[in-house]
């Protein structure tokens, strides 16, 4: 099984669920100009991380590919115990990353996809920023008393972990949300989770 991912992009979390499976596989950090080419494009057409190469079997989307890995390796519990309420709980807080923060964290990426005019881009910043800020209130309200968003370990907690390294990124103030920060500590002193930054070259953002 080899993974592709792009340093800090969203596939990092497909890269710490891998770890966590403590099975072998493979990573290739890509490059922008790797990205672009006609042998990515032929993988991943849409030219995006990550893309998941499983002998003959070829996955994109993070969302997918998580859920691939949980069901190749269900005795890394990505998705909890294998009952109903574990699988669907992961499921709703990998939403809230996944379904939820990335696409605003598109818009201020790259927020002329959106509004061509850049000078509304400003506003278009400022109400995203608020946006966000909410769904962290939410992980962050969740994680009272819990050292993981779903209440175990979970593929949902290396995609929250991905999108709070991406609003240190931006300069997004998560102030005041003490559960967060504590959650992002663990997560940085996890074994799966320092592996996966040390082979994208990338370093911890907990204070």
């Known amino acids: 099984m080899k993974l592709m991912t792009f340093p800090g992009a969203c596939s990092t979390a497909a890269h710490i669920a891998l770890q966590w499976t403590r099975q072998p596989f493979q990573v290739e950090i890509v490059t922008l100009e790797k990205l672009r ?5 032929a993988l991943n057409p ?5 893309v998941l190469v499983d002998g003959d079997y070829v996955l994109n989307q993070n969302l997918a590919i998580l859920t691939y890995i949980g069901e190749r390796y269900p005795r890394a519990s990505l998705f909890g115990d294998g009952g109903p309420k574990q699988r669907t709980e992961a499921m709703r807080w990998l939403a809230l990353g996944n379904t939820d923060m990335h696409p605003l964290f598109g818009v201020m990426f790259v927020p002329g996809k959106l509004l061509p005019d850049p000078a509304q881009h400003g506003a278009l910043r400022a109400t995203t920023v608020q946006r966000l800020r909410r769904l962290f209130e939410t992980a962050n309200a969740q ?3 819990k050292d993981w968003i779903a209440g175990f370990r979970s593929a949902a907690d290396a995609y929250l972990y991905v999108m709070s390294r991406w609003a240190t990124m931006l300069h997004i103030d998560l102030s005041g949300m003490d559960h ?3 959650f992002k500590r663990r997560m940085e002193m996890d074994e799966g989770v320092c592996a996966a930054l040390e082979a994208e070259g990338l370093t911890a953002i907990a204070a």
Request: glycine fraction near 18%.
């Open 180 to 182: 967060l920060d504590a």
């Open 143 to 145: 994680l009272e008393g």
């Open 37 to 41: 080419s006609g042998e990515f494009m």
């Open 46 to 50: 849409a030219g995006e991380v990550p």
